[in-house]
C-alpha cells in the first residue's frame, strides 16, 4: 500500500497531518501522540511578541462539537524559538510552523523566525483578527495577498495559507493566496460559533463568541475543498475539519485534497492518527486502490 502522497514541493510519508492548535508545540506531546503515523505536524501558532490570550472559560464542549475563544496564547517567536526549536530534529516527522499576526510585517518576523530554528514549512494563520476589528485576513482577497506576499519574500521553506471557512468567496480568497506565493492551501480552519449556559446565563466562552470545530464541520470544510479543487485543480490542498475516521480521510482525498489534517480528534483521542491511518488502509484495500494519490479528486460531479 502506497501512501505518500505531495504538496507542491513536499513530500509526506503519509497523507495525515497534525494540525495546528491541537498537538500543542509538537515537542510537548511527543509523549502522548505517535507522530511517526503523520506526514507531518504542525505547531501551535506563534506571534511576533507573547500574546495572553482570552481569559476563562476558553474551551466548551457542544454536542459532538468544540467551542474554542483561546485567544492564540504563545509565548512569542524568540521563547519559542530558544526554548523549542532545538528540540525539533527529534520528532519523527516534518515539523511545520505556524505564524499568527496583527499585521503584515509581524507574519514576516514570525515566518523568518521559524524558518532559522528549523521548522521545514511555515504555515500562514489567516484566520487570526486584525488590529482594530477589522476581521480576518483570510475574509479578504487583497489582505490575504499582502500576508502571503510578505512571507514569501522572507523565507525560502514552503509555505501554506489556512483559509477561513467564514470567507463569502473562498475560491476568490484561494485565488489570492496562491497568487502571492502560497505553495498550498489548507481548508479550513474553524467556524464562527457561540453558546449560552441555561444556569449560569452566560455564554460558554469568555469571549462570547469563539471557534466552532469538530465533526459537525467537516460538510463545510468539505465543501471549501470541493470548490477550490473545482476551480483551482492544480493547487494543493490540505484538508481540515471534523475529521474523525480514516472515511472521513477518504472523503476528503476524493474531493480534491492531497493530504487531510486532524484536529479536533486529539483531544479526546490523543493517539487517533494510528487508528485513522489503519482505517485508511483499510477503506483503500476494500476499494482495490493501491495508492493515496489515486483517491486525490477522484470525485465526479453528477
Known sequence: ???????????LRTPLIAASGTVGSIVDFTSTVDFSVYGAAVAKSIAPEPWEG??????????????????????????????????????????WGSAVAHDPDGFGVVAAGLQTCGTSAVEINLSCPNLGGK????????????VVGVVRSVV??????????????????AEAAVGAGADWLVLTNTVWG????????????????????GIPVKPIALRCVWEVAQALP???????????????????????????????????????????LRELVRTMERAGVGAARELVGAAEPW
Open 156 to 173: 525560502d521553506v514552503p509555505i501554506g495559507a489556512k483559509l477561513s471557512p467564514n470567507a463569502p468567496d473562498v475560491v476568490a480568497i
Open 135 to 146: 476581521g480576518l485576513f483570510a475574509l479578504d482577497a487583497g489582505d490575504t495577498a499582502r
Open 1 to 11: 500500500m502506497e501512501l505518500t502522497t505531495t504538496l507542491g514541493p513536499v513530500t
Open 194 to 213: 457561540a453558546g449560552i449556559d441555561i444556569e449560569t446565563r452566560k455564554p460558554l466562552l469568555s469571549g462570547g463568541v469563539g471557534g466552532y470545530s
Open 54 to 95: 482570552r481569559p476563562p472559560p476558553r474551551l466548551a464542549p457542544v454536542g459532538t462539537g468544540m467551542l474554542n475563544g483561546i485567544g492564540i496564547q504563545n509565548p512569542g517567536i524568540e521563547t519559542w524559538a530558544r526554548e523549542i526549536g532545538p528540540d525539533l530534529e527529534a520528532v519523527p516527522t516534518q515539523c
Open 234 to 276: 492544480d493547487v494543493p490542498i490540505v484538508g481540515c475539519g471534523g475529521v474523525a475516521t480514516g472515511e472521513d480521510v477518504v472523503e476528503y482525498l476524493l474531493a480534491g485534497a492531497s493530504a487531510v489534517a486532524l484536529g479536533s480528534v486529539h483531544f479526546a483521542e490523543p493517539r487517533a492518527g494510528r487508528r485513522i
